[in-house]
């Protein structure tokens, strides 16, 4: 099973920036963002494909951005106006089925997750 691992998460303010990372053992055909906070289910936030077709969770179009080096087997999370409701632990996530990187359910492989808080 791929190995995952984030970076990149801390402590921001309302309108802030940041930038998350996830080293991966080795590629797959879906790499993903996941969310989670207590007494919530994890939620997908953004997925891409090996031919960089995104897809993006509502609540985060236009303000997130999903990237991946393939020769560096790295995903990114770009995160621009950051809002205190994006507050979360953010998990890496991969899945073998291209073609469906939005169908959250079909992701398996996570990492061990980092922290993002937003205060107002």
């Known amino acids: 099973q791929v190995q995952l691992v984030e970076s990149g998460g801390g402590s921001v303010q309302s309108g802030g920036s940041l930038r998350l990372s996830c080293a991966a053992s080795?590629?797959?055909?879906?790499m993903g963002w996941f969310r989670q906070t207590p007494g919530k289910e994890r939620e997908g936030v953004a997925g891409?494909?090996?031919?960089?077709?995104?897809h993006y969770e509502d609540s985060v179009k236009g303000r997130f951005t999903i990237s991946r080096d393939n020769a560096k087997r790295t995903l990114y999370l770009q995160m621009n106006s950051l809002k205190p409701e994006d507050t979360a632990i953010y998990y890496c996530?991969?899945?073998?089925?291209?073609?469906?990187?939005?169908?959250?359910?079909?992701?398996?492989?996570w990492g061990q997750g980092t922290q993002v808080t937003v205060s107002s």
């Open positions: 996530a991969a899945s073998p089925y291209g073609g469906s990187c939005h169908v959250w359910a079909r992701y398996y492989a």
């Open positions: 080795y590629s797959t055909a879906c």
């Open positions: 891409i494909g090996s031919d960089g077709s995104a």
